[in-house]
């Protein structure tokens, strides 16, 4: 059972910064594809951004693209979000997500159903 812990959430004033980071309990971290997805009050999930295991592959929504970056550090288990110029649409509990078991393919994964286990989420708010 990997557990995933998100921190990093808060209040931002609009055009300001914040790094979400995701720690995951399983040395299977290594060899695992995550995402990062969001959830708004009233909307469905939607994806972020995503990083293959090795870090060498990467994909983003056109939404965050240009003002997030992902990136992990395998050596502390651990995937980041860098969120800059922040919009207060990007307001939403953020999650980061899962996929074990990556290493041969070595692709990144976009869609909520092709990850293996999720975090409990972070309040992300953005104010105007």
């Known amino acids: 059972q990997v557990q995933l812990v998100e921190s990093g959430g808060g209040l931002v004033q609009a055009g300001g910064s914040l790094r979400l980071s995701c720690a995951a309990s399983e040395r299977t971290f290594s060899s695992s594809a995550m995402g990062w997805f969001r959830q708004a009050p009233g909307k469905e999930r939607e994806f972020v951004a995503a990083?293959?295991?090795?870090?060498?592959?990467?994909h983003y929504a056109d939404s965050v693209k240009g003002r997030f970056t992902i990136s992990r550090d395998n050596t502390k288990n651990t995937v980041y979000l860098q969120m800059n110029s922040l919009k207060p649409e990007d307001t939403a509990v953020y999650y980061c997500a899962a996929r074990l078991n990556t290493l041969y393919s070595g692709s990144y994964y976009y869609t909520a159903e092709d990850y293996d286990y999720w975090g409990q989420g972070t309040q992300v708010t953005v104010s105007s």
């Open positions: 990083i293959s295991w090795s870090g060498g592959r990467i």
